[in-house]
């Protein structure tokens, strides 16, 4: 085998994506295993294309048990029609589908975390291959990238869209721009704990206005949340001048992350009790939550303090928390 194979990706689309009008169709990726020996994964893709105009790459189920960007995803890809786009849009509802389809956040084929998988390889696990299709397939058709987030099974998060402070300042302020026209409640300068091969971080790197939203959590949705990411979806669309129908703008409050001042994590494992719920204010050194030992009775909890000023956008979900969770995100009103 030759350099050339080695790089390309087994996965095969069933779209063309220089075609005109809408497809349905799949990523097939070969996954060989105990009950089908030329199996694969077909993991659910839409492409529409009206004319000239830029792309728009839309993705959810990055984590499997996260569930407003599937919801909107899967209801977009049923509900726009070609005439109401200017360009072209790339729907992947579920990117890691085997993860998807387990509910869980990592894959249960491979338990790799596609966002921490990026820029993948073509020869590695079924998550690597995934994330490899995107880094040398979609990305680069990709003028604007809209990944959607929620907190999973264990984080909730308030309601928001974000991008990252970046290097190249008219990268960031148009990426700032979609931001806001997704109109969620919140809108965030996102800082992240680990950025290492985040599909985030990939898409920055290869120059592509990035956006991503964190939406609630618990592994479920709400009407509300879900609401608000079928709504935010088409308004980029629409600032990106991809989408022709009427949107529905909404005022939305801006929070920043300054530094890891804004993460706590738990140092002792127990039965966490929440001292504040999301979106309330909290002062610097404010205990937010109290961590009870649970190995016996007559123990004083442990304190979790906020290290600045802000409110509180993220909560460790579960009532049990381990040594090393994060427990509370703090983020500074702007
Ligand atoms: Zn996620």
């Known amino acids: 085998m030759n350099d050339t194979q080695l790089r390309r990706s087994p996965i095969m689309p069933t779209v063309d994506f220089s075609a005109e009008g809408i497809q349905h169709g799949f990523l097939r990726l ?51 029609r070609v005439q109401d786009v200017q360009g072209r849009v790339i729907i992947v ?17 491979d338990k790799g975390n596609l966002n921490r998988s990026f820029p993948g390889r073509p020869d590695g696990t079924v998550t690597q291959k995934i994330a490899d299709y995107f880094q040398q397939e979609l990305l680069p ?27 190249d300042k008219t990268q960031e302020a148009r990426s700032f721009e979609l931001v806001e026209a997704f109109s969620a409640p919140y809108s965030v300068k996102m800082l992240e704990i680990d950025a290492v091969g985040m599909y985030d971080t990939a898409a920055e790197e290869m120059g592509k206005i990035f956006i991503t939203t964190e939406l609630g959590g618990g592994g479920t949705a709400t009407a ?21 129908g009427v949107v529905d703008l909404v005022q939305t409050q801006w929070l920043d992350m300054p530094d890891g001042d804004c993460f706590s994590f738990a140092e002792e494992a127990g039965l966490i009790e929440p001292l504040v719920d999301l979106g309330d204010a909290v002062r610097k050194g404010q205990v937010v939550a109290l961590i009870h030992p649970v190995g016996r009775t007559g123990e004083a909890p442990i304190r979790i303090s906020a290290k600045i000023d802000g409110l509180l956008c993220a909560r460790h979900f579960p009532g049990l928390i381990k040594a090393g969770d994060c427990s509370a995100v703090v983020a500074v009103t702007i």
């Open 30 to 80: 070969p996954y060989s295993r105990d009950d089908s020996a030329w199996g694969s994964v077909m993991i659910p893709i839409t492409v529409l294309k009206n004319g000239e105009g830029p792309t728009a790459l839309l993705t959810g189920g990055n984590h499997g048990d996260e569930y407003e960007g599937p919801i909107a995803l899967f209801d977009l890809a049923h509900t726009v």
């Open 93 to 109: 509802p579920a990117m890691n589908y085997p993860a998807f389809l387990a509910g869980t956040r990592t894959s249960p084929i």
């Open 141 to 167: 058709l990709a003028d604007i990238v809209l990944d959607f987030h929620s907190g999973g099974k264990t984080l909730d998060f308030l309601p928001f869209c974000a991008a990252h402070v970046l290097l």
């Open 224 to 244: 509300k949340s879900a609401g608000i990411a079928k709504r935010g979806v088409r308004n980029v669309l629409s600032k990106a001048g991809i989408f022709k």
